[in-house]
């Protein structure tokens, strides 16, 4: 739990659920002017659209689509992996049950890692569509992180945003996934996480922060989860409010503001679901 804020914020920016979004469709990159993403504390867990432009084709790269595999199939970026989003975790038995939808064991994970070419040398950058899907990219970044994978970042804005500036986007599936030659994974960092009990021994004293609708937040709407509403004491941040309209993220300080509203500071310890 502890530096999880500091660890994690942004990434848990793309994680679960979405909102409607208006498309503008934009085909000018020139006269934008482009994301600093050095503005962010941690700017380089994202990689601008102009930045994985330049990269695509490049063997150092391995660039994972964590779309749901309908959207994946009638449409992804050139070259992209279609894994979905629980390509790296636990899935045995049903949402509720004890691990699951937790990180894969290291060796089962190190497994997934090699077939799919990623070695400790790669760049993995990868991306969903944040107004298509439960922000899915943040979660498999988020897991790759915490198993030490350094060079992992998450695609600024997402597909729809790539779309937003003409980017293209492909049908064809990669040929040949050729599988790397091994890969070194850390012993999970528990910093970036926090367990069930974790939570529930700390329930009084520890912020938490529900970052799914406000529906699946007061019962009224269930999205696979076993029972509705939220842990006892949570306060509610839908996490695509910490976006701009067009999916890129909104500025440090916009964030702050938020998060100030919310009465949590920079220097708070606390726990998102
Ligand atoms: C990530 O990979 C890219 C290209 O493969 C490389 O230029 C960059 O230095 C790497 N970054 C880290 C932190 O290893
Ligand atoms: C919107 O962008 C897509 C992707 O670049 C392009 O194929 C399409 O023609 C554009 N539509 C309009 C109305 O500009
Ligand atoms: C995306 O939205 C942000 C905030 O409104 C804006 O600053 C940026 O220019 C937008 N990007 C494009 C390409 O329109
Ligand atoms: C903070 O709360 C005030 C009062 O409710 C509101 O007017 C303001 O828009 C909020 N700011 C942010 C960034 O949410």
């Not at 867990?45 to 330049?54: A, G, H, W």
């Not at 497994?111 to 799919?116: G, W």
């Not at 999916?247 to 964030?255: F, H, S």
Request: charged share 25%.
């Amino acid at each position: 739990m502890k530096k999880f804020y500091n660890k994690s914020r942004l990434l848990v920016l793309c994680m679960l659920t979405f909102i409607l979004f208006s498309s503008c469709n934009k085909t000018s990159t020139e006269t934008e002017a482009k994301i600093d993403l050095s503005i962010y504390e941690k700017g380089y867990y994202f990689i601008s659209p102009e930045e994985l432009k330049s990269l695509l084709g490049s063997e150092d790269l391995v660039l994972l689509d964590c779309n749901n595999p309908k959207l994946y199939y009638k449409e992804h970026i050139e070259g992209a992996i279609g894994i979905g989003f629980h390509a790296f975790s636990r899935k045995v038995g049903k949402p509720g049950d004890p691990g699951w939808g937790t990180i894969k064991s290291k060796n089962a994970l190190a497994k997934t890692l090699i077939s799919l070419g990623i070695d400790n040398k790669k760049t993995v950058v990868v991306y969903s569509d944040l107004f298509k899907g439960p922000g899915a990219d943040g979660r498999i970044a988020w897991q790759l992180r915490l198993a030490g994978l350094k060079n992992v970042s998450i695609l600024h804005g997402g597909s729809s945003y790539w779309k937003n500036l003409g980017y293209k986007m492909t049908k064809d599936i990669p040929l040949k996934i050729i599988p790397s030659s091994g890969v070194i994974l850390k012993d999970y960092d528990k910093s970036f996480m926090a367990t069930k009990d974790e939570v529930f021994k700390k329930l009084d004293t520890n912020i938490v922060i529900d970052v799914r609708t406000k529906k699946e937040f007061d019962g009224s709407q269930k999205a696979g989860e076993p029972r509705g509403g939220h842990i006892k004491g949570a306060k509610h941040l839908l996490w695509t409010d910490l976006l701009n309209k067009n999916g890129t993220l909104k500025t440090p300080k916009e964030i702050e503001e938020i998060m100030k509203n919310m009465t949590i500071s920079k220097k708070d310890d606390f726990t998102l679901y």
